[in-house]
């Protein structure tokens, strides 16, 4: 469900770097298939990229889309802040500025690998979260 | 009015597939001036690029907005999968996993060469359609 | 709060270029601080970027999402066109065909610098604005 993009300074992070912090957050969304978190990196040169209007090289700023569910009003903040938490290692402790702003978008008008994504109450659902993977529901066997 | 953004792995598409998956997409949108459809190919190298934490190099990932048109509700299982239809033969049958998702933003906040956008039902649209380009309207004669 | 994104043809612009750009685009939120608003530059080959079907190198498609406030009804028209007059010198005078389109998402779900942004309001708004960097509430001296 969700899609983070990554915007970064270029050499900010190692390959290994990435795949730890694709690990952290990918563990923030414990109740879904792990194929559900997508994630790209991308580093941006200084010259195309601006913070009020400055030249940045230690900023790092992230946008991303959740798709599967909305989270509730109460949950927001507490959500954030364990965003952040799961980022820190890479954005704080090694001395860059950061941001990242979620948006939701419709259950309905997602597709992944040709198939809408069951719903969460489904026995569909919880084989693609146990087996790590789309598979359609097999045909009764009646 | 819909911006397709397509993550694929590197070396994944040449031109000429690029070309033909453009068409493939922009045809999706028959009711609209053909201008209105974007679309941005972008490959990501495996270890910018991660699904369930795991780098990929198979996986192609889209995402799109649409401004011009809400689906209706009952229109959109169709859509999602007439959009898979479209993408077949540079996915699946070429042995990529996929994943699209597509979120609806405002008509209001959308321009297009220093004009909004006009109404489906106006002459302006009508004359974009066909003429295929974004031209103002004439002072009248009169 | 804004985030624009900037598709562009290689070397469109130059490194000048771009941060007069994003002064312009930056003087577009005078009320915002300086520090909320993100550029990123990108610049898309002619074979990856489709309007139409056509792959082009003379189109610059810019995608924004605003997260700090929602424009009111009455005021989105005005201030679509105060967009393409800030962009105008680098599109239109240029020879440039474009396109941009705005998205409005949640500012319960955004976080800068580990720290939900304040409500504007609030004396923490004011000495963001002033300072022009995001601090931490002081605990009272009291």
Redesign the interface.
């Given at each position: 469900m969700p899609?983070w993009k990554i915007?970064h300074p270029v050499d900010a992070y190692t390959?290994q770097d990435?795949?730890a912090l694709?690990?952290r957050?990918?563990?923030l969304y414990p109740f879904l298939?792990?194929?559900?978190?997508?994630?790209?990196?991308?580093d941006?040169p200084k010259?195309?990229?601006?913070?009020?209007?400055k030249?940045v090289d230690n900023?790092v700023?992230i946008?991303?889309?959740?798709?599967a569910k909305k989270?509730d009003?109460d949950s927001?903040?507490g959500?954030?802040?364990m965003?952040?938490k799961a980022l820190?290692p890479f954005v704080?402790e090694r001395g860059y500025?950061?941001?990242?702003?979620?948006?939701?978008?419709?259950f309905?008008?997602?597709?992944?690998?040709?198939m809408?994504p069951p719903l969460e109450t489904s026995e569909q659902y919880k084989r693609w979260k146990l087996e790590?993977k789309p598979t359609p529901d097999a045909p009764s066997a009646g």
């Open positions: 899609l915007y390959p990435k795949q694709a690990e957050i990918t563990n298939p792990k194929f559900y978190v997508g994630i790209v990196f991308q941006v010259d195309s990229f601006y913070i009020g209007a030249p900023f700023r946008w991303v889309d959740h798709i989270l009003t927001r903040e959500w954030v802040r965003c952040d820190a704080k500025d950061w941001e990242f702003h979620i948006d939701e978008t419709p309905t008008l997602w597709s992944i690998q040709g809408s790590n």
